[in-house]
């Protein structure tokens, strides 16, 4: 009897164990697999990161040399300006002295016309009273005094008049001059802000489209990455 129990309990137990068995190779199975496609998974996500980030480092490469080709690009065109504007105006200093030393000179040469004419209007003068003097006749002698003064005061007058309009025309001359270099001035400085505006417009408009370009590339490139 106890045999025959013995043999009941063993064969019950075999065949729960043969049961059992493919269940717990399955469930290995499943593990395993398990352990395959988180460990594809990973290696997945782990490519796909290394890939993004390559992206990121291209597009910020470009960023950097898009911003360092603007600075390089400003800073000379700042450069260029302040060249023509310290240009401009060692030409307007130039002019304004080269007028200033004109206008002395005309000055001096109508300062130095008029003492000319003074010396000859009193030479005059006095050779006329020293022929009046000589008259014996004394309404003559009052009328060759008289004649001489009024001479002498004409002369006088004419030389006048004469520095008055050199003057005139040198001051006129000098301050055309000093206007034209003015504006000649203006002109430049105008000239050379246009050109650094131009230029620093050009030169912003190409940096936004690197910079815009890398972005777009770089989501371009981002959306490969992910869909690989």
Known sequence: MIKKLA???IISASLLLASVL?????????NENRRNSTTTSST???AMKACVKAA???RNAAVKAAQDTFKTET?????????AMDAAQSAYRTAVGSATTTRRTALDAANA????ALTAASTTRASALSAANALTDEQAKK??????QKNYRGAVKAAQDIRKQARK???ETYRNTVKTAQETRKAARKAAEGIYKTATEASREKRNTAIKTAQDTFKTERKACKNS
């Open 7 to 9: 043999t009941v309990s």
């Open 169 to 171: 025309a040198a001051e």
């Open 113 to 116: 016309a008029y003492q000319t």
């Open 56 to 58: 990121e480092q291209k």
């Open 44 to 46: 997945v996500n782990s």
């Open 75 to 83: 800073k000379a065109t700042r450069e260029a300006r302040k060249a």
């Open 143 to 148: 009328d060759a005094i008289k004649a001489a």
């Open 22 to 30: 493919p269940a717990l190779a399955d469930n290995d199975n499943e």
